[in-house]
């Protein structure tokens, strides 16, 4: 799975937003109208940690710029306590916890927007009020995640490669400017490499 260069999103983070959207399934000729009062772009100045209501994550969040994250704690090859980043998200998809946002379910996982990135929150509630009076989010919602597990597939393909051919990958999937977003320890940890071989993806770009 790979992101076209010639891609349709060029507008503002909510007509972008509107563009994927429409991109998933046939939608009523007054989705928009409905959901656009909803919709409210935030550009981060700082790295924003998503809240959780009783444990469970509630929110989405489309990322127009920029990229985004989640995390759970764990333990480090030696024993010791430490945060590993478990799923990146890059521009143009949406983050969520499928599980919290839809059943409701408590996590450990965090969720986090990175430093410098734009992105369009979705609440659980807004879905709820959405779906009042547009009866295609149900499947709307089943398109996007199908999206999100066809992403998480060419990751874990991507996982089973070796040498360049990985970090090529990592690319296509990800695009180059993860490089900024993230510590390079983290992305080693993530990608299940070591700081040294990760350290070559710029020198292939």
């Keep these: 799975m790979t992101k076209s260069n010639l891609s349709p999103y060029t507008g503002t983070p909510v007509e972008n937003l509107l563009t994927y959207l429409h991109s998933k399934c046939k939608l009523s000729d007054t989705?928009?109208?409905?959901?656009?009062?909803?919709?409210?772009?935030?550009?981060?100045?700082?790295?924003?940690?998503?809240?959780?209501?009783?444990?469970v994550l509630l929110t989405a969040y489309w990322i127009d710029e920029g990229y985004s994250y989640m995390t759970e704690a764990g333990l480090d090859r030696e024993g010791l306590p430490v945060t590993h980043v478990t799923d990146i998200f890059?521009?143009?998809?949406?983050?969520?916890?499928?599980?919290?946002?839809?059943?409701?379910?408590?996590?450990?996982?965090?969720m986090f927007v990175a430093k410098g990135a734009v992105s369009?929150?979705?609440?659980?509630?807004?879905?709820?009020?959405?779906?009042?009076?547009?009866?295609?989010?149900d499947k709307l919602a089943t398109c996007i995640l199908a999206e999100n597990s066809d992403f998480m597939?060419?990751?874990?393909n991507m996982m089973k490669l070796r040498g360049d051919a990985k970090l090529r990958a990592l690319v296509e999937l990800y695009?180059?400017?993860?490089?900024?977003y993230f510590a390079q320890k983290q992305l080693a940890d993530f990608f299940g490499m070591t700081e040294v071989h990760f350290s070559n993806v710029p020198k292939l770009f």
Excluded: C, W
Excluded at 31 to 55: C, N, Q, V
Excluded at 95 to 101: V, Y
Excluded at 153 to 156: D, E, I, Q
């Design 153 to 156: 597939m060419a990751k874990l």
């Design 31 to 55: 989705f928009d109208s409905s959901i656009i009062p909803m919709l409210e772009s935030t550009k981060h100045d700082k790295l924003y940690r998503s809240a959780k209501t009783d444990g």
């Design 90 to 110: 890059p521009p143009k998809m949406i983050m969520l916890h499928s599980d919290g946002f839809f059943n409701g379910k408590a996590t450990k996982a965090d």
């Design 175 to 180: 695009g180059i400017g993860v490089m900024q």
């Design 120 to 137: 369009i929150p979705f609440t659980r509630e807004a879905f709820d009020v959405l779906g009042l009076t547009e009866t295609g989010v």
